[in-house]
């Protein structure tokens, strides 16, 4: 039985980013979420041109430097520019434009007086109240933000809002992105049936699927559900083969643990898998079994001229526990990392865990890294952990509802008491109040 920071380290060491032959180019619009594959550098200065910040008027600043409310300069208009129209005048000596937040800067003028610091202006004429602070006030100046060439966003970041927003600001309507890592999943059990079919005696709903398949695709991967297989070793064997071939990455349920039908692990075997952990030192978690299939080795790899072609990959197994509250934890603590990180990420990939006030006395018989699930709840003084009231049995997941932290008791330690602190593994966003 592995302690869960050696199995942790196993785990995410197993791990192959996906390279640039996995990238795909993608609409701009398609790609929120994605992982940038290539550092984006700007084609253009921002901003394009000189323009306003304000709306006022576009000035020559030696014509108001000296002005005051009781000495106020008189400037003749010679055009209105409204955004996205070209100035047709240039500003001679005594003479303003009237200006709008990021119309173009007409040429003579270097300033722009913001129109609180002028007065009624009779129609030919603006009143300047107030010189501006400094030459240049109040103008954006091209390549002021930054120039053609400056590198905007670095390769394996996620795409969110800000840099959906960057790369149309600089006219990048494509982006190359990796492609999203394959993920098959099925479920083992003889007593298992899909959502939405009768109950005969005796038999279950296969809940981990669903709720497993949901994890992955915000995990950033693509879930493949392959459905739910017998407890014979010839079909759990048949549908590794099955996964293996068809996705990066595998997550089957149920079949890990010593049971007289648990086929999972002697089906890996026979395989040729790689075994790397058979169980983990975790509550609730602990027959969870990873592997790798390694790519045979000759064939592409070694041909000379294969450098740019994707060379094949080691395929990642995971043999969940059956248990629902099991399988979404040890998704939660391992897989879920182990995918982000497959997916391209750089940073950031890792689990998040806060420091939380503990509301209720954690109980845990100390003998495996205990995971105790609820809601993490922003505080007064900081976060405060809320532990889901009924059992925290691995088969039961009814009190899982809203859960968005499980809290650790660590390992050799049973109880963590009301008011203390506790280390919380955080699966979801936090909440103001419950
Ligand atoms: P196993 O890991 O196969 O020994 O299963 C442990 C427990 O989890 C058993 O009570 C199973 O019935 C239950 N279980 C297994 N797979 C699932 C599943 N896909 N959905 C819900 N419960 C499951
Ligand atoms: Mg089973």
């Known amino acids: 039985m592995l302690p869960v920071a050696q199995a942790e380290t196993v785990i995410f060491e197993l791990v192959q980013p996906l390279g640039i032959q996995d990238s795909e180019t993608v609409d701009l619009v398609a ?25 006022g008027y576009a000035v020559r600043f030696v014509d108001v430097q000296f002005c005051q409310p009781e000495q106020p300069v008189t400037l003749t208009l010679v055009e209105a520019i409204p955004a996205g129209h070209l100035p047709q005048h240039p500003i001679a000596p005594g003479q303003a434009s009237r200006i709008l937040t990021g119309s173009m800067m007409p040429t003579g003028a270097d300033t722009v007086v913001i129109q609180e610091q002028t007065r009624s202006h009779e129609t030919g004429q603006i009143v300047i109240l107030a010189a501006p602070s400094e030459r240049g006030a109040n103008v954006r100046h091209r390549g002021a933000f930054c120039q053609a060439g400056t590198a905007l966003l670095s390769a394996r970041i996620e795409l969110q809002a800000p840099e959906l927003a960057i790369l149309a600001a600089v006219g990048c309507s494509k982006v190359q992105v990796y492609r999203r890592p394959r993920v098959a999943i099925f479920s083992t059990g003889d007593e298992l049936v899909p959502p939405g079919q009768s109950l005969k005696p005796g038999q279950i709903v296969d809940s981990n699927q669903v709720a497993l398949a949901l994890l992955v695709a915000q995990s950033g991967a693509e879930p493949l559900m392959l459905g739910i297989v017998p407890d014979r070793p010839e079909q759990v064997s048949r549908a590794i083969v099955e996964a293996v071939a068809t996705a990066d990455v595998v997550l089957s349920t149920g079949g890990v643990s010593v049971g007289d039908y648990d086929y999972v692990e002697q089906m890996l075997a026979s395989l040729g898998a790689t075994i790397h ?9 602990k027959p969870l079994t990873v592997a790798t299939f390694d790519p045979e080795k000759g064939g592409a790899a070694e041909d000379q001229n294969a450098a740019n072609a994707s060379e094949p990959r080691s395929k990642l197994y995971f043999g969940l526990p059956g248990n629902p509250v099991s399988s979404l934890a040890t998704f939660w603590r391992f897989v879920q990392p182990a995918l982000r990180k497959l997916s391209g990420l750089a940073a950031g990939w890792e689990p998040t865990f806060v420091s939380a006030q503990v509301r209720q006395p954690l109980r ?6 205990t995971y105790l699930w609820g809601r993490l709840v922003q505080g007064q003084a900081g976060y405060e952990f809320e532990v889901a009231g009924g059992s925290h049995s691995s088969g039961n997941l009814i009190n899982l509802s809203q859960t968005n932290g499980f809290a650790v008791v660590p390992l050799g330690v049973e109880t963590i008491a009301q008011g203390m602190s506790a280390q919380v593994l955080q699966v979801g966003q936090v909440m103001r109040s419950i």
Do not use: Y
């Open 31 to 55: 790609a929120g979420g994605r992982i940038l594959a290539i550092a984006v550098s700007s084609p253009l200065d921002v901003p394009h041109w000189d323009n306003s910040s304000m709306d």
């Open 364 to 369: 845990s018989d100390g003998k495996r890294e």
């Open 277 to 285: 952990v058979r169980s983990v030192a975790i509550k609730p978690g």
